[in-house]
């Protein structure tokens, strides 16, 4: 995004929809459908010469998208800008015959209404990623929370990064798959983080290298199975779910597979470097009493009492130990 933005003639660092930069965007059948370079051309010999065409699972369907025009003979006429565009639309359409192309569908947004949906979008990212880290901060530990959030970071970063690679457009739907990503890799994290928890109650004098690698280890098949049933089910929306649901697919399919990966790989290392040099210290300390009718909960931060009837008590040398029967999780 930075090489496209920063670049001497480089183009724009996203491909934003018209959700975001106002415009029309028509969706043209025709009886006869031409290539798509005819189509620009059309358009350009009207006065329009950044109209993108976009081919559909239907050989004689495209998506044809307008930018918002205004100059001064659509002024002093009392056009609008999207009026404008519609006004050309209809003109460089009509050069393929007259019932040759057939308009299915037309979608118009506003300057000022695009702007105000950009910002709210990243308003809702943002707002997002603070509730988590603040949920994780309350009820993990500050450094959990800091782990998660910069997981999220790397994962929704290197989805936006592949949809400015291949100019993917961006458009609303893309805001409801990141949001949905975010849900969905912080609860990935959190499974990990609380077997990591619990494995410290367990083992407090083992390193925290140790019980985070246990805890990975342990979760390794439920997180891949998890990711995996989602997978699949996103797969068939790439490649069933049309062009309407496209951007939004396509988000999901790369975020789930990155949301996977920065779990194990972003999320864990990140959290065992901080401990190693904020919170080993104080997470070394932290020891609980473990009696006849008290079984750790990785559920609670504290150990809960439960029925002493779960709870095996065996001597082995001397050495009392206590084996708590572990009910599915």
């Known amino acids: 995004m930075v090489i496209r933005e920063l670049a001497p003639g480089g183009t724009n660092g996203f491909n934003l929809g018209v959700d975001f930069i106002g415009g029309t965007v028509v969706n043209v059948e025709f009886q006869q459908p031409p290539e798509a370079d005819a ?15 976009q081919s559909t699972d239907k050989a ?3 998506l044809i998208r307008l930018p918002l025009l205004q100059n001064a003979e659509n002024n002093e006429a009392g056009l609008s800008p999207i009026d404008a565009g519609r006004a050309e639309m209809k003109q460089a359409l009509a050069t393929f ?7 299915k569908g037309v979608d118009s947004v506003g300057p000022v209404a ?5 910002n709210r979008a990243v308003a809702a990212t943002l707002l997002g990623l603070v509730g988590m880290c603040l949920f994780i901060w309350f009820r993990y530990d500050l450094v959990y929370g800091v782990a998660a ?5 790397f994962n929704i970063l290197t989805t936006l990064g592949l949809f400015s690679i291949f100019q993917w457009e961006i458009n609303t739907t893309i805001i409801a798959a990141l949001l949905t990503l975010v849900g969905f890799t912080v ?8 077997r990591v928890r619990e494995n410290h109650q367990l083992r407090p004098g083992d390193p925290v290298y140790k019980l985070t690698n246990d805890a990975v280890d342990q979760t390794l098949s439920r997180t891949v199975i998890t990711a995996g049933t989602v997978f699949l089910a996103v797969l068939g929306l790439v490649l069933l779910g049309g062009e309407a649901l496209r951007s939004f697919s396509l988000a999901m399919l790369f975020g789930i597979l990155f949301g996977t990966y920065s ?18 210290g104080r997470m070394g300390k932290q020891t609980v009493a473990v009696t006849e009718k008290t079984k750790l909960a990785s559920a609670a931060r504290r150990a809960v009492a439960r029925s002493s009837a779960n709870i095996n008590n065996r001597t082995t040398g001397g050495n009392r130990t206590i084996g708590v029967r572990r009910r599915g999780v």
Do not use: Y
């Open 263 to 280: 779990t194990i790989a972003v999320a864990c290392p990140v959290k065992v470097w901080l401990e190693q040099r904020i919170g080993a």
């Open 97 to 103: 015959g007259e019932n040759n192309a057939v308009i």
């Open 114 to 118: 695009g702007i105000e949906l950009r």
């Open 39 to 53: 189509i620009r051309s059309a358009f350009t010999s009207v006065g329009i010469s950044d109209a993108g065409v």
């Open 60 to 62: 004689n369907q495209f």
């Open 187 to 194: 609860n990935d994290a959190v499974v990990i983080f609380d």
């Open 149 to 153: 959030i910069i997981e999220v970071f």
